[in-house]
């Protein structure tokens, strides 16, 4: 349970031993009509009686003031083809956060973040590591040419950072992966981060990036005049080669790109290890453009379109992925990468968008996202984080806090490893529908209702299960509207979704029935399980 202030060495030749999140490419969905399958009651068997009901907060005061259509949700036994990872959900840090002293099993506020996302991959990547950061494992001082700022300073890494991270994964049960300098050309030097990697960090080292966003690398940025995918091919070829001879079972992911046109030179770029595509995106980037659609606005961010958008977007990189047998992951991502703040930043709307789009994003066959985020303090810091250290800017505790959009990770990663089931949707406005098949051979409902909390009237649900379920549970988010900042809760408090076990079931759940009704509270993410 989380408050919202609370706080081995194996060979670098030796197996990683990878959380289940590594299968090749996976099918893309595509919408199928489905019909409930009746099952045919057994007369002798006897149901439970149900011990508690879930207390669900009503509507607000006056509603209901907007209708919402009834919503009919048929789930079939099929499988859409796609899964969730017991480790999909992850935080995206910058590299030099490898050299913070925060990140350590000795910091309990940090573990416990951790523990909440259930077992979360840290990346370790972003702008930082081809400007402001320098791997040593010989203790080399940082070059001069290194310059930084206060917010974002020149950091250098070693093995004791990597042993101290260590330490914090397994206190954690979480994983990591880690990006290598290709800003500064010098593949022995990768290749000696990736040894100690593999040597230090064991199975916990899910993959290793080269470079982060080379698209962007032109123009007297990292490279002088043009910077295209062929120079980047031919640079990450030799990273990759010299990373095999000391870390050949590390997976190489890339091209980290905002760029689909690196995809295709990626897939088909030669390599001895396990390889990753990956690529990066934030749905609103209108900073400055005006082009409204792409505005960060708490409009565009909880519209249909944007729910559409994002599954055209990703399912283009997945079709690629599967082609060429291999994973397809996101890891970094956020509403929006403009900086500073705006409209949607650090609100309960933006967990309800980060549930809605970590689930879409997997069944669309996206197989392991990561929310980019800071180390920087609450105060002054990056605004969408989804954690913040607590203490004045640029001074940190070292007690790590979270945000909104944590508890909508939070909810999401607490539903485990599944596939995703075909299913058919009719009304319910703007409360959106997975169906997962437990490892179990249970039923995981989850609703993300991003209908108005503050004006909208209650959703009526008829679920028609696959099946004729015995016992159900339930844990639901909830926030008093879109804009708030403070106040969200998992089943009435802020911390993370309390085990299975503990959890009551539905209101109104019927057991031996294999329909149920029941009504969800507009602004709510809604996670139901049946066992059948």
């Known amino acids: 349970m989380i408050s919202g202030g609370a706080a081995a060495v194996v060979l670098a030749a030796s197996a990683v031993v990878l959380p289940p999140m590594f299968d090749g ?4 969905p595509e919408p199928t009509a489905v019909t409930q399958v009746v099952v045919t009651p057994d007369p002798t068997k006897t149901y439970p009686p149900v011990s508690s009901f879930y207390d669900q907060a009503g509507p607000p005061a006056g509603s209901p003031l907007t209708a919402v259509d009834s ?9 859409v083809g796609t899964s969730l990872s017991t480790s999909q959900i992850g935080i995206s840090l910058e590299a030099t956060d490898l050299a913070d002293p925060n990140l350590s099993a000795d910091n309990v506020s940090m573990v416990e973040v951790l523990k909440g996302l259930h077992q979360p991959v840290i990346r370790f990547g972003g702008n930082a590591v081809d400007r ?44 990591a992966s880690l990006s290598v300098d290709l800003g500064h050309f010098d593949p022995a030097r990768a290749a000696d981060m990736a040894k100690f990697g593999a040597e230090i960090l064991g199975d916990r080292l899910v993959a290793i990036t080269i470079g982060n966003e080379p698209n962007g690398f032109g123009d007297g940025d990292r490279r002088q005049g043009e910077y295209t995918a062929a120079d980047f091919i031919k640079e990450a070829q030799a990273y990759a080669d010299a990373m095999y001879e000391v870390a050949p079972n590390v997976p190489i992911s890339g091209p980290g790109t905002y760029a689909a046109d690196w995809v295709t030179p990626w897939v088909e770029m030669p390599m001895k290890q396990k390889k990753i595509l990956t690529f990066h995106h934030y749905p609103l980037t209108g900073c400055n453009t005006g082009a409204g659609a792409d505005q960060p606005t708490m409009a ?27 994973p397809t992951w996101i890891p970094e991502t956020g509403i929006s ?41 609450c105060k002054g810091g990056p605004p969408m984080s989804v954690v913040c250290a607590e203490g004045e800017y640029l001074q940190p505790t070292g007690v790590m806090n979270v945000r909104a959009n944590y508890y909508g990770l939070s909810m999401v990663s607490s539903i485990g ?15 959106y529908a997975y169906a997962i098949q437990q490892e179990d051979g249970s039923t995981t409902v989850a609703f993300v209702n991003e209908n108005n909390p503050e004006t909208a009237a209650q959703t009526k649900v008829t679920l028609k299960l696959p099946d004729i379920p015995a016992t159900a549970t339930m844990t639901q988010m909830t926030g008093s509207s879109y804009a708030a900042e403070d106040g969200v809760n998992i089943d009435g408090a802020p911390a993370a979704p309390p085990a299975q076990a503990d959890r009551p079931a539905p209101m109104d759940f019927k057991p031996g029935e294999q329909t149920q009704t029941f009504s969800l509270t507009a602004g709510t993410v809604t996670i139901m399980n049946f066992k059948y």
């Open 25 to 28: 490419g996976s099918e893309v």
């Open 71 to 79: 919503q009919t949700l048929t789930i079939s036994k099929d499988e």
């Open 132 to 175: 402001r950061f320098f791997w040593t494992s010989t203790g080399e001082p940082i070059p001069a040419d290194y310059t930084g700022d206060k917010a974002h300073p020149v950091r250098s890494a070693g093995p004791d950072d990597l042993k101290r991270i260590k330490g914090m994964l397994d206190a954690a049960d979480a994983y």
């Open 300 to 326: 565009n961010l909880l519209s249909t379109n944007m729910h559409e958008r994002s599954i055209d977007y990703n399912k283009t990189f997945v079709e690629k992925g599967n082609a060429a047998g291999i």
């Open 337 to 377: 990468a403009c900086t500073g703040s705006n409209e949607t930043t650090k609100t309960y709307a933006s967990a309800l968008w980060a549930a809605d789009y970590a689930l879409n994003a997997a069944q669309t066959g996206i197989q392991q996202t990561d929310f980019h985020s800071s180390m920087i303090t």
């Open 417 to 431: 490893a599944g596939k995703f089931l075909k299913s058919s949707n009719e009304g319910g406005g703007l409360n």
